[in-house]
């Protein structure tokens, strides 16, 4: 089984393998990674803005790989709700018959001094991330939900999770 994702991101690639293999026991899960553009801000600030940006990749991957049965589509985004900042992983899973669903990570509480950053510097989250916490390309190894829970829950889970979640949604839908 052949799955198209849209990014290149190790840790999002990771996450993808891991669910599928999963959820597809006994397949022989191969996925390909593939830049694709997001359509949505470098960093998306709303649910719906991380939804759409998941769902233009997961369907742009698809039509990079031929041959993919799916196309996986992930994007962070943050998003306020009763004026505190959280960030949540958002993932797209598009079948070659068009359907598509959605599913999301947990939510995290975003620090105040790394929203300042992203809000007053136009910081994407994972380079606030790098200059508080003196990282280098922290949201292609433990993420921001890594950094808060000493890596007890990392990007990858998050999305992983939120992966099996969506195969779960088509799954009832379909009836496989």
Not at 37 to 58: D, F, K, L, W, Y
Not at 109 to 121: D, Q
Not at 142 to 160: A, P, Q, S
Request: aromatic fraction near 6%; hydrophobic fraction near 40%; include cysteine.
């Amino acid at each position: 089984m052949k799955i198209a994702i849209g990014t290149r991101n190790p840790l999002k690639t990771a996450a993808t393998q891991q669910a599928f293999e999963q959820w597809f026991t006994g397949e022989i899960v191969e996925c390909v990674g593939v830049s694709v553009p997001s359509g949505v801000a470098e960093q998306p600030m709303t649910a719906e803005e991380s939804i759409q940006g998941a769902s233009n990749r997961a369907q742009a991957s698809l039509q990079e790989v031929l041959d993919a049965e799916y196309g996986v589509g992930l994007e962070a985004g943050l998003e306020q709700v009763n004026g505190q900042w959280f960030v949540s992983g958002w993932v797209a899973i598009t079948s070659r018959s068009g359907a598509t669903y959605v599913a999301s990570s947990g939510r995290a509480p975003v620090l105040p001094e790394v929203m300042e950053r992203v809000l007053e510097k136009g910081y994407e989250l994972g380079a606030a991330d790098d200059e508080i916490f003196q990282l280098a390309n922290s949201k292609q190894v433990n993420g921001y939900i890594g950094i808060l829970t000493k890596n007890i829950i990392t990007r990858t889970d998050g999305f992983r999770d939120a992966i099996i979640t969506a195969l779960g949604r088509h799954t009832l839908v379909v009836g496989n």
